[in-house]
């Protein structure tokens, strides 16, 4: 967990009792694509909310502490939800890797991905021809990633493909998202990690696999693989409240799971869970006991 106490981020949303509002704080990740939506959606329903962005470390204090009913926290995979909570899937961030359309390959590895980013890397994978593409016309990798440090993209590739070491010194670090892409475009050598990447001209995403010594699957990022779990640079987002809670926080839960929110969530650099997922989720809040 040591690798992911610097990126993990959260929004948190409390209603009080005797008619006191739904406090909403946490992430300055999610917080710009669906905190005004939420506050909106909220007052349609006739639930006043209020905005407090504080973070991760002082969210699920409170969650437990019972200063607030409802959290919205990024939570790797293999992270537990402790006994007495409820978690609900909302939303997830991924790391996509892309190329240009003309390079032949067509999956690859965090080994591979680790033995070209990985300052750490016992054997720095170079040229292509490491990687079994054997194009005249493709030699020097050209490794390119965004220069953010607090980049919540880079720092989930980081943990999920590099095993949380930093990039070598060679990595070709640019500012944004869109100058990256730009790289790709114009040069066949070139690799990328970008976030959401979906149907953009002249760029191949890449399916990846997870090494764990033995031959795996190859995924790329859509809602599917996301969702189960397949794609393994993924860092998911749920909705997590005390059960005990249930019936009060019921109303804000339901406008968290809407579709305008995932709407949002989907038209930005976030997948939001499946429509089945969130519906499922609505139907099990009716029937906890």
Known sequence: MKKWSSIIVVMVASVGVWGQPFKVAGSDILAPVIEKEIVSLAKTSGIDVE??????FLAMPELKEGKCDVAIIAKPRNQRIPDGLVALPLAYQTAVVIVNTVNPI?????????DIYSKNAKVRSENW?????????????VAVSTAFGDNLVVELFKAEALDGSNFGI??????????????????????????KAENIEMIKVLPVSKSDGGKAYAYKPDATSIFNGDYPLTLPFYIVFKKENLKKVKP????LLDDKIATLLD???FYSAPKNSRKKSIFELDIIK
């Open 51 to 56: 905005s407090n962005m504080r973070g991760t």
């Open 106 to 114: 067509e999956e690859i590895t965090t080994k591979q991905l680790t």
């Open 129 to 141: 021809s490491q990687l079994g593409v054997n194009d005249a016309s493709l030699r020097n990798i």
């Open 170 to 195: 060679w990595i070709k670090m640019l500012q944004k998202k869109s100058d990256v892409i730009n790289v790709v475009k114009t040069n066949n050598a070139a690799i990328a990690v970008v976030g």
């Open 252 to 255: 804000l839960l339901k406008i």
């Open 267 to 269: 038209n930005s650099d």
